[in-house]
């Protein structure tokens, strides 16, 4: 059965810094792409961060986010984690994690289509 379970939210002011993690059951964390979604308030979900199987580990990040933001994984503690860095009002949103169900890619997309998405997200609040 697949668990995807975020945490790590919370409420940070501007330039600080937040870990999330997403903790996976039910699967092999580094058979699949990773990726990391975000939903502000009145605004679609949009992808952020995303990282290939493990056989290459390939990243890819929105240019929102990209040089503050740093995804990884550890497959053995079955986690995935976004660092954030530099932290920006418009960071504000509820963040998401999921899987590109398609194993063993060489790639990632930023594209939430290809995504199956498990957990209830964890809010990140950046404010002064």
């Known amino acids: 059965q697949l668990q995807l379970v975020e945490s790590g939210g919370g409420t940070v002011q501007p330039g600080g810094s937040l870990r999330l993690s997403c903790v996976v059951a039910?699967?092999?964390?580094?058979?699949?792409?990773m990726g990391w979604f975000r939903q502000a308030p009145g605004k679609e979900r949009e992808g952020i961060a995303c990282i290939s199987s493990t056989g290459t580990s390939v990243t890819n990040y929105a240019d929102s986010v990209k040089g503050r933001f740093t995804i990884s994984r550890d497959a053995a503690k079955n986690t995935m984690y976004l660092q954030m860095n530099s932290l920006k009002p418009e960071d504000t949103a509820v963040y998401y994690c999921?899987?590109?169900?398609?194993?063993?890619?060489?790639?990632?997309?930023?594209?939430?289509?290809?995504?199956?998405?498990g957990g209830q997200g964890t809010q990140v609040t950046v404010s002064s």
């Open positions: 039910g699967f092999t964390l580094d058979t699949y792409s």
């Open positions: 999921a899987v590109d169900w398609r194993p063993y890619l060489s790639f990632c997309t930023l594209t939430q289509g290809r995504y199956a998405f």
